[in-house]
């Protein structure tokens, strides 16, 4: 199995739409997580962290599953501007003084007029 | 501005000539990393530091040194380049375990390389 995995898309959707991405991990310890944005050729950029109770960030909606493994992102109200890909991040071994954070490949997200 | 930087943003070079990519963050992060990242493969961890005089190889180190003698100084050394180190190269850091195990990465803008 692999460590992070996500859908790699694309995911084609027209404006307004929602859109839910999951990714999934393998190790039940993992304690921490995250979504980034990478748009073409440049950084990733942090969208969001995601905490035990889910959390969210105006149209962004973060959740954890800890018994099915996956964490998982929804966008409401979708924009042009939102095409990106988005990568989950996990620091896969959890406790303390541990620090190493995974990433999976991504989900391509394009957003339609 | 706190940032992570790095240089040069593009760079061509030939096969075996040897060429450092600089990385600095002004945040007094302990935790920096190098990352490469290729179509299909995401990103790949090549070598990071938990601290100063730290260093540690991730999944793809062969081919890459790297030290850490200050806090805020990464660079990235390819002693000798070759064509598959061809990649879009990123630099990051955070606070590492130091602060707490939900510290987010903080990347540079990253260093396009490619080798002949």
């Known amino acids: 199995r692999k460590e992070v995995e996500q859908d790699p898309g694309p995911f084609n959707v027209p404006e307004g739409a929602t859109v839910a991405f999951n990714c999934t991990y393998s190790n039940s310890a993992s304690q921490s997580f995250f979504w980034y944005r990478q748009d073409c050729r440049k950084e990733p950029k942090l969208l969001m962290s995601?905490?035990?109770s889910g959390n969210e960030d105006g149209r962004f909606t973060a959740q954890l599953n800890r018994a099915s493994q996956y964490i998982s992102l929804l966008i409401r109200d979708s924009k042009l501007s939102d095409s990106a890909t988005y990568l989950c991040?996990?620091?896969?071994?959890?406790?303390?003084?541990?620090?190493?954070?995974?990433f999976g490949k991504g989900t391509k997200l394009s957003v339609i007029p | 501005e706190a940032q992570v930087t790095q240089n040069p943003r593009y760079l061509i070079t030939v096969t075996g000539k040897k060429l450092t990519v600089t990385c600095s963050q002004n945040?007094?992060?302990?935790?920096m990393s190098w990352y490469r990242q290729d179509p299909g493969l995401g990103l790949r961890q090549i070598y990071y530091?938990?601290?100063?005089?730290?260093?540690d190889k991730g999944d793809v180190p062969e081919g890459y040194k790297v030290s850490r003698k200050e806090k805020r100084n990464f660079p990235l050394i390819l002693e000798s380049p070759s064509p598959n180190q061809t990649s879009l190269y990123f630099c990051a850091s955070s606070r590492g375990q130091g602060g707490s195990y939900n510290s987010p990465l903080h990347f540079g803008n990253g260093t396009r390389l490619t080798v002949t």
């Open positions: 991040v996990v620091n896969l071994f959890g406790g303390a003084g541990s620090y190493q954070l995974t």
């Open positions: 995601v905490y035990s």
């Open positions: 530091s938990m601290n100063v005089e730290v260093t």
């Open positions: 945040m007094n992060h302990e935790y």
